[in-house]
């Protein structure tokens, strides 16, 4: 079967799951409410310009919201025996783990416009906005094929345990990758850890497109946030093929 | 060519064997029923041949499709009823047969069509806009039913299809197996309800401990406990069992009833017998009938054997 017909089928997991899981609670709690809690608690009473806040708000809300959707699809679809019809139609599993990470890129990059649309209310300007609109792009798709990865272990039906669990790598991230402080401004240690934390390179991206400056090279981040989505979404693709026999029995 | 091959398929789960090296094909056309006891290997046979798990040996194909080598085109040929009730609820009944068909890469006008004429068929074109959450158990096994069918299957698996429905759904599900049978639809059926199985497979294959233990004609099947043959008898006066154990070739005489049910290896003997026995003690006879041995009856003695090798003596 062509592989265009598979990316076709993507398309109709990725549908399906729009109007299936966009609306399920724990993708509102962790892909909506949450991360808007977290913005204002970063936001409120810190005497900084909208201008430098941008890097970090849209990283946050961009890096929340396209991992909300992703691990909550998989457990549900297991607990709920759809995840067997899924498995044998003749879509691949490449083709449907694609199809779970459009899924969450849309998501994420729906949500992510309106904290984007807000900012530019606020009067930020982006300097380059090719950089940012690829930048924007890439990390989405990237952060949503991790989202993919951390539902694959343990191969539970329990979607809590799941978003739980996720959560658990979803927050140190943050914490490593220069949200709350410049790379450039944390110590030798500190930027060694933040180098492994793809979110580091789209903060970096942001900063870039609205100042000018960036502590990594623009092409470094870039290539850094395709190397991860790819990364992320065939070690996802391999790994959900090997515990997908363990979900279904 | 066959409609379904299997050969030597086997399954281990953490060591144990779930299914071992079991070998079998389904004519195109056929009904096929399979059929065995919790725990036989049965849900994980159906499991490997619609490429849901991944056999550790052995090979299926499916009209011509090896299931690991080329498991989207065998994919494509199939549509499948799982054991448990599984539209998904957060949807319409509609959207779930649009999903299924665009999944299976039915074109848009093509799957509409069918939709239309799926819902009518089974019953639910009235409620083709309500959400599969509201259905009843027997709605929703018919709409996942309508949801196999959406890319006319050349082959039909049903796991347990009418597995806890009512009486109505039940003979609607039934009725339109035999419709798809008649339209050339193979199916692969399994099943606990030795009636449904009696009434609807042309052949049946018996699972038990991970292996075929029969697989035949259900009539032939039927054929090979010829010793669980019966004499049922039923007189005017009270008549005690010992009195009938005397006869010559009776295995045993129980009592069900106001009948008394004599399992005997000459069946015609022990009628001419019941009737010389009547006369002599001026019974009268109300009713005399020979019992055939049930599919179920042949189930349980397949079934319960210790060692595949007693078998044999059923033979």
Redesign the interface.
């Known amino acids: 079967?062509p592989w265009h017909?598979q990316i076709?089928?993507s398309l109709?997991?990725a549908?399906?799951d729009v109007?299936?899981y966009y609306l399920k609670g724990p993708v509102i709690i962790f892909g909506l409410i949450f991360p808007l809690f977290l913005l204002i608690a970063f936001t409120i009473g810190r005497n900084i310009s909208a201008r430098e806040l941008f890097p970090g708000v849209m990283g946050m809300a961009i890096f929340f919201t396209s991992t909300a959707v992703g691990p909550a699809i998989l457990p549900w679809e297991a607990r709920?025996?759809?995840l067997?019809?899924?498995?044998?139609?003749?879509?691949?599993v490449w083709a449907l783990f694609l199809g779970d990470v459009l899924a969450s890129f849309f998501f994420g990059l729906l949500i992510s416009l309106a904290p984007l649309i807000v900012l530019l209310e606020l009067g930020v300007e982006i300097q380059n906005i090719l950089v940012f609109g690829v930048g924007m792009i890439l990390a989405t798709f990237c952060f949503a094929s991790l989202s993919i990865l951390l539902s694959v272990y343990p191969p539970t039906d329990v979607p809590a345990t799941v978003m739980m669990l996720s959560s658990l790598v979803r927050f140190p991230l943050v914490f490593i990758s220069g949200v709350f402080l410049p790379v450039e401004e944390l110590p030798p240690w500190g930027r060694a850890i933040s180098s492994v934390s793809p979110l580091t390179y789209f903060i970096d991206l942001a900063r870039y497109s609205i100042t000018g400056t960036s502590y990594y090279s623009i092409s470094l981040d870039l290539a850094v946030l395709l190397f991860f989505a790819i990364a992320f979404l065939l070690v996802s693709i391999k790994l959900h093929e090997r515990f997908l026999?363990q979900r279904?029995? | 060519m066959n409609a379904i091959e299997v050969l030597a398929l086997t399954k281990r789960?953490n060591g144990l064997t779930a299914v071992d090296h079991i070998s079998f094909g389904v004519e195109v056309g056929e009904v096929f029923g399979f059929l065995g006891p919790n725990g036989s290997g049965k849900s994980t046979t159906i499991?490997m041949l619609?490429?849901?798990?991944?056999p550790d040996e052995g090979k299926a194909v499916i009209m011509g499709h090896d299931m690991q080598r080329e498991?989207?085109?065998a994919?494509?040929m199939?549509g499948?009823v799982?054991e448990?009730?599984?539209?998904?609820?957060?949807?319409s009944a509609w959207?779930n047969l649009m999903?299924?068909g665009?999944?299976?890469?039915v074109p848009k006008k093509r799957r509409e069509e069918q939709a239309e004429r799926l819902l009518k068929q089974f019953g639910l074109h009235e409620r083709r806009d309500s959400h599969a959450r509201g259905f009843s158990k027997g709605m929703k096994q018919r709409l996942i039913l309508c949801?196999a069918l959406i890319n006319e299957p050349s082959v039909l698996f049903l796991d347990e299809p009418t597995s806890g429905l009512d009486v109505e759904s039940t003979r609607l599900i039934n009725d339109i197996i035999r419709d798809l049978n008649k339209s050339g639809t193979t199916v692969f059926l399994t099943t606990h309800d030795m009636m449904e199985a009696n009434q609807l497979c042309e052949r049946i294959a018996i699972i038990n401990r991970s292996k075929i233990v029969a697989i035949d004609r259900p009539e032939v099947l039927k054929r090979m406990a010829s010793g669980l043959q019966s004499v049922e008898v039923s007189f005017q006066q009270v008549v005690k069992a010992e009195a009938l154990s005397a006869f010559a070739r009776v295995r045993q005489v129980e009592k069900r009833g106001d009948r008394l049910r004599i399992y005997a290896e000459d069946v015609d003997g022990t009628i001419d017998c019941i009737i010389s026995f009547a006369n002599a003690n001026g019974l009268k006879i109300l009713s005399l009938n020979t019992i055939a041995p049930s599919l179920e009856d042949i189930f349980v003695i397949l079934t319960q054997k210790e060692r595949p090798e007693t078998n044999h003596a059923l033979a």
């Open positions: 079967m017909e076709g089928r109709v997991v549908k399906k109007w299936i709920s025996r759809t067997e019809r899924l498995v044998c139609s003749p879509v691949s026999p279904l029995s | 789960f499991k619609t490429g849901v798990i991944r498991p989207l085109k994919k494509q199939i499948v799982p448990t009730s599984n539209a998904y609820i957060e949807l959207n999903l299924m665009e999944l299976y890469g949801m």
